[in-house]
């Protein structure tokens, strides 16, 4: 949804104050990479077109100019935040930015006309580009804002929101949204000082946020606050950040100058963020993808497997082959789990009868050694993580990651403080660093949090990759399972 501009500045210890961000984490990617595919269509285009006319050298030997154009183009979008999200612009602007930014490359461009040879470049070849490429970069623009106005792709999570403020600043929010159809979800208003936010739907008072994040499966909280009421804002932001809720701030504040903050804007609104989670948008996105790949390929897998797998279960205990339950997913979403079922058909209801001898504390996970529910055939799935192979199709849908945290059951959830809401604060994955550093073996519930959001805080591709790998290896040694 919303990107901040400005990356942290570090601390002392040379450690951001915040997560870590990177250039990509203002920008959308996508919207990059269509510039770039349309800057080389149309340099193709322009050559076959001026080959007609004038006698050129191969493609290859004009490739100079998409060296030179295209790093131009992306630092002068860039440079007018047009790949931002949050920075909004009517078609008209976007005629005015495209029209100068083309004007500036073809000029920087021909610049460097002076530095090549004159038997690798076409004068021909350079007006036709050069008129060619404002042409089908305004139809792009155009068509682009249009589409996202539309219906925003589908790798992009829509943000479930709730804004806390008074009426006059939460308004002017709302307009801005709505003009420009931003892809997020208003779930309510939350009220401070009693002051009511006529014709839109109130979850409540302030004093209860944590309650209103809880049953409503929040993922930011947008607060949109007078001036004179900042000072009593902090401890409702630091209730957030406990939760793993990223938070942002509406400041209707002139001349406001602020150091090492993420900002963005809102219309004319400055808005500070603090984001616990450290996965930007382009991360996102590359997570998003290695999960297809890995999710279409653990189908395959699990299609064979499941043809000997389901007979076994079948054979041994009647009921279904594939057992689905409620967990919760990505900041409290509900979601239907599959595994294939290890258990006998009625093991929720005996897991009351168990709790007694459950081997973690306060009741938030159920760990129990020679689990009388495990049939013999379960107890083999289990041991070699087969039984967890449905749960590709979680992955696939978008409802888990390959690499996250587990997916706890509602009740669990019901019971947590809030410190450890956090863990649910990104999707829920089919292993995760407390799987691969101990799983079963570890029992103490605040061990399993410590993991699960030093995961979140030091993700990258390269720790995800580093434990599926690792899973593999507990999986074959059919270790810390049971």
Same mark, same amino acid.
């Given at each position: 949804?919303?990107?901040?501009?400005?990356? *942290?500045?570090?601390?002392?210890?040379?450690?951001?104050?915040?997560?870590?961000?990177?250039?990509?984490?203002?920008?959308?990617?996508?919207?990059?990479?269509?510039?770039?595919?349309?800057?080389?269509?149309?340099?193709?285009?322009?050559? @076959?077109?001026?080959?007609?006319?004038?006698?050129?050298?191969?493609?290859?030997?004009?490739?100079?100019?998409?060296?030179?154009?295209?790093?131009?183009?992306?630092?002068?979008?860039?440079?007018?935040?047009?790949?931002? +999200?949050?920075?909004?612009?009517?078609?008209?602007?976007?005629?005015?930015?495209? @029209? *100068?930014?083309?004007?500036?490359?073809?000029?920087?461009?021909?610049?460097?006309?002076?530095?090549?040879?004159?038997?690798?470049?076409?004068?021909?070849?350079?007006?036709? /580009?050069?008129?060619?490429?404002?042409?089908?970069? @305004?139809?792009?623009?155009?068509?682009? #804002?249009?589409?996202?106005?539309?219906?925003?792709?589908?790798?992009?999570?829509?943000?479930?929101?709730?804004?806390?403020?008074?009426?006059?600043?939460?308004?002017?929010?709302?307009?801005?949204?709505?003009?420009?159809?931003?892809?997020?979800?208003?779930?309510?208003?939350?009220?401070? +000082?009693?002051?009511?936010?006529?014709?839109?739907?109130?979850?409540?008072?302030?004093?209860?946020?944590?309650?209103?994040?809880?049953?409503?499966?929040?993922?930011?909280?947008?607060?949109?606050?007078?001036?004179?009421?900042?000072?009593?804002?902090?401890?409702?932001?630091?209730?957030?950040?406990?939760?793993?809720?990223?938070?942002?701030?509406?400041?209707?504040?002139?001349?406001?100058?602020?150091?090492?903050?993420?900002?963005?804007? *809102? &219309?004319?609104?400055?808005?500070?963020?603090?984001?616990?989670?450290?996965?930007?948008?382009?991360?996102?996105?590359?997570?998003?993808?290695?999960?297809?790949?890995?999710?279409?390929? &653990?189908?395959?897998?699990?299609?064979?497997?499941?043809?000997?797998?389901?007979?076994?279960?079948?054979?041994?205990?009647?009921?279904?082959?594939?057992?689905?339950? !409620?967990?919760?997913?990505?900041?409290?979403?509900?979601?239907?789990?599959?595994?294939?079922?290890?258990?006998?058909?009625?093991?929720?209801?005996? $897991?009351?009868?168990?709790? #007694?001898?459950?081997?973690?504390?306060?009741?938030?996970?159920?760990?129990?050694? !020679?689990?009388?529910?495990?049939?013999?055939?379960?107890?083999?799935?289990?041991?070699?993580?087969?039984?967890?192979?449905?749960?590709?199709?979680?992955?696939? $849908?978008?409802?888990?990651?390959?690499? &996250?945290?587990?997916?706890?059951?509602?009740?669990?959830?019901? $019971?947590?403080?809030?410190?450890?809401?956090?863990?649910?604060?990104?999707?829920?994955?089919?292993?995760?660093?407390?799987?691969?550093? &101990?799983?079963?073996?570890?029992?103490? /519930?605040?061990?399993?949090?410590?993991?699960?959001?030093?995961?979140?805080?030091?993700?990258?591709?390269?720790?995800?990759?580093?434990?599926? @790998? $690792?899973?593999?290896?507990?999986?074959?040694?059919?270790?810390?399972?049971?």
């Amino acid at each position: 949804m919303f990107i901040p501009d400005n990356k *942290v500045q570090p601390d002392n210890k040379g450690e951001s104050t915040m997560h870590r961000a990177n250039i990509f984490s203002a920008s959308h990617i996508i919207h990059a990479f269509v510039d770039i595919i349309v800057i080389i269509l149309t340099f193709i285009i322009s050559y @076959l077109i001026t080959k007609n006319y004038v006698n050129l050298f191969e493609l290859k030997e004009y490739s100079w100019i998409l060296i030179v154009y295209i790093p131009v183009w992306l630092f002068l979008m860039g440079n007018t935040r047009i790949y931002e +999200k949050i920075v909004f612009f009517n078609y008209d602007k976007i005629l005015r930015i495209v @029209l *100068v930014s083309a004007i500036i490359s073809d000029l920087f461009l021909a610049a460097m006309i002076f530095f090549v040879k004159e038997t690798v470049f076409s004068r021909t070849l350079y007006v036709i /580009f050069c008129t060619s490429i404002v042409l089908t970069l @305004l139809i792009e623009k155009f068509i682009y #804002k249009f589409a996202a106005m539309e219906k925003h792709m589908s790798l992009q999570r829509v943000s479930r929101v709730v804004i806390v403020g008074t009426p006059r600043v939460a308004r002017k929010f709302t307009e801005y949204v709505q003009k420009n159809n931003v892809n997020i979800n208003i779930l309510g208003y939350v009220k401070v +000082k009693d002051k009511s936010i006529k014709g839109h739907v109130e979850l409540g008072s302030i004093e209860n946020l944590d309650e209103i994040i809880k049953e409503n499966a929040v993922d930011e909280v947008i607060f949109a606050l007078p001036k004179d009421y900042l000072g009593e804002v902090e401890k409702y932001v630091l209730m957030c950040e406990e939760m793993g809720i990223t938070v942002r701030m509406l400041l209707d504040l002139y001349d406001l100058k602020i150091a090492k903050t993420y900002l963005s804007n *809102v &219309g004319t609104l400055p808005m500070l963020t603090f984001d616990t989670v450290s996965l930007n948008q382009a991360e996102l996105f590359l997570k998003r993808l290695m999960d297809i790949v890995g999710a279409s390929i &653990g189908i395959l897998l699990t299609g064979v497997i499941a043809l000997f797998t389901v007979i076994a279960i079948k054979l041994e205990s009647p009921g279904p082959a594939i057992f689905a339950q !409620n967990r919760v997913g990505l900041n409290g979403r509900t979601f239907k789990l599959y595994k294939f079922r290890s258990m006998c058909v009625d093991a929720e209801k005996k $897991k009351e009868e168990l709790m #007694k001898y459950n081997q973690i504390e306060g009741g938030l996970m159920f760990k129990m050694k !020679n689990d009388p529910r495990i049939t013999k055939v379960g107890g083999f799935i289990r041991k070699t993580s087969i039984d967890e192979l449905p749960q590709f199709i979680n992955v696939l $849908k978008g409802e888990m990651s390959l690499v &996250g945290t587990r997916p706890p059951t509602v009740d669990e959830v019901s $019971k947590y403080e809030n410190y450890q809401r956090r863990r649910i604060s990104i999707k829920p994955g089919m292993t995760g660093l407390w799987q691969v550093s &101990g799983r079963s073996s570890i029992m103490d /519930f605040d061990e399993v949090v410590r993991l699960d959001t030093k995961y979140i805080d030091e993700w990258s591709i390269f720790l995800d990759i580093k434990i599926i @790998l $690792k899973t593999f290896l507990v999986v074959f040694k059919k270790r810390g399972a049971y």
